[in-house]
């Protein structure tokens, strides 16, 4: 795993959860691209290669691994290519993407490296290890579609790389992993969207990351900030970060480069994830029906509500992100009452069972709903992936893009 607050002098390798123990997954079916490449461990066996076999079910049944193929039960199953820089893959049928969010699914996704299955909490736990460079080749067709242009594909892959391994927020050090495989952290869908067209640009940009005061940058991203950025302190606790400041998302001129002015929604409907279902990133509307509301705030504050009154924004970031929400109402004995959230993923957390797209956001009721009219997608700090692709099409280059988002940042190669 990787070391927090050490620059790496050569290619690390990297740890993906690609299946959760909250997945509740307990069987799955590797394939092995070719049965030649990859050897197989269990507790008790060592296989060199898995020459007879090309497909293995695995079940987890009282606490232990069962191998259906082999008739063999163990605790942990590990399939490894047998040279690093070989690129065979193993593919896995039941990946989620999007978890816990509105557009969640189920994907089938192809794999580099080793992958390590186990059990945790009685449930499936499965870890894909590999080469960081491999890994971004994944992330950055993941994240954004491969048909995006290249100096796209280069700016995701320099973020993606430099946010890793600044290793700020590490979410599953306990889990014996780095990242996972989705918005949480990165999107990581596997070689699925890989080309040889995305792999030779991506490579370009092998070992370069971005730095700030000789540090990794904490480089944050998200869908659309809707035209201004937002500061690293009114999304996150702890002290603002230098090269997380909001900024206007516009050229000279004023053009603002997720607008969909400058970047047609049709456009950003080639360019997007595939797992991606909205495609009003830059405004939108969204309504909260009264009844889902007060559920909601049931559910998490266990409070006595009856009827919700207001919503009141106390506070806004620069980019318009409110991140203190007051919302005024009558408990069951008819007393009045004011319930504080206090932060931007709170906000989006409450007002929507799928997270709410942005916490920027005007509030208009009508019969006793919230209609709320709102600005991009994400929490709106560092870069902005549609403004930085709309950037790209007007042949920006990486570098340019990048000190447009994290200004006074620089770029190094440091392997
Ligand atoms: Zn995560
Ligand atoms: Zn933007």
């Known amino acids: 795993m990787l070391i927090p607050g050490k620059i790496p002098n050569k290619e690390p390798l990297i740890r993906v959860g690609i299946i959760l123990p909250e997945d509740q997954i307990d069987q799955t079916t590797v394939t092995l ?119 796209f594909l280069m700016t995701q892959a320099i973020v993606a790389r430099s946010w890793l391994l600044a290793n700020i927020e590490q979410k599953h050090r306990d889990l014996g992993f780095d990242i996972c495989n989705d918005d949480c952290c990165q999107r990581y869908q596997g070689i699925n969207n890989c080309n040889d067209n995305t792999i030779m640009h991506i490579n370009n940009t092998y070992g370069k990351v971005i730095i700030y005061d000789n540090k990794i940058c904490d480089a944050r991203y998200s869908k659309s900030c809707g035209g201004v950025t937002e500061d690293y302190d009114n999304v996150w606790t702890g002290d603002a970060v230098p090269y997380l400041i909001s900024i206007k998302d516009q050229n000279r001129n004023g053009n603002i480069y997720c607008d969909p002015q400058n970047i047609p929604d049709k456009s950003v409907k080639r360019y997007i994830g595939k797992v991606d279902t909205n495609d009003d990133y830059f405004r939108w509307e969204y309504i909260v029906k009264h009844e889902n509301l007060i559920n909601s705030i049931k559910e998490n504050f266990q409070v006595d509500i009856d009827k919700i009154l207001k919503l009141n924004p106390f506070k806004r970031g620069k980019s318009g992100r409110i991140i203190k929400l007051g919302i005024d109402y009558y408990d069951t004995k008819d007393q009045e009452h004011t319930l504080i959230i206090d932060s931007e993923y709170n906000i989006r957390n409450i007002l929507s069972e799928s997270f709410l797209f942005s916490s920027a956001f005007t509030v208009n009721e009508q019969d006793g709903n919230f209609i709320l009219n709102g600005k991009g997608w994400g929490h709106g700090v560092g870069l902005c992936q549609i403004g930085a692709l709309s950037m790209a099409l007007a042949n920006k280059k990486a570098e340019e893009i990048l000190s447009h988002y994290y200004p006074k940042t620089n770029l190094k190669t440091i392997y």
């Open 33 to 151: 691209s070719d049965t030649e490449s990859y050897e197989m461990e269990t507790d008790m066996m060592h296989y060199p290669s898995c020459k007879n076999q090309k497909k293995f079910t695995i079940i987890v049944k009282d606490n232990e691994l069962f191998i259906s193929s082999i008739k063999s039960k163990t605790s942990k199953v590990v399939f490894s290519p047998h040279l690093p820089d070989d690129l065979p893959h193993i593919t896995l049928p039941n990946i989620v993407a999007g978890r816990g969010f509105h557009w969640q699914k189920s994907i089938r996704a192809q794999y580099w490296g080793r992958i390590e299955l186990s059990i945790l909490e009685g449930k499936l736990i499965v870890i894909n290890e590999l080469p960081l460079e491999q890994y971004l080749n994944c992330v950055a067709t993941s994240e954004m579609s491969a048909a995006c242009p290249p100096e």
